[in-house]
């Protein structure tokens, strides 16, 4: 869904991708994709030790994203939109019933 409210229809998301933009579908199919990665790794590390490199691995990305690609001016506000994003997805991860 956009920021309207708009849900995408098929070809809508297929032009999307087909353009590199990111679409539901391809967003969970990347997160599939590293929590491939962490399965794998876990095979011969400890989920203990597997959760916190992952954390620091996307902290330090996103630390690129927003020194070197939107080139955030502030750092304190995008470190809180950030921080509140993870929250949110942590808490909803927790809530599921699947997880």
Partial sequence: MDEQGHKPNRKERRAAEASGGMTDRLFLEIADR????ANRENRTVQ????????LYAAARYNAHVAKNVVAVSEHEPYVEEMTKAYQEMLRNHLADPQV
């Fill in 34 to 37: 590293f929590i491939d990665v």
């Fill in 47 to 54: 989920a203990t030790d597997l959760h916190m490199a992952f």
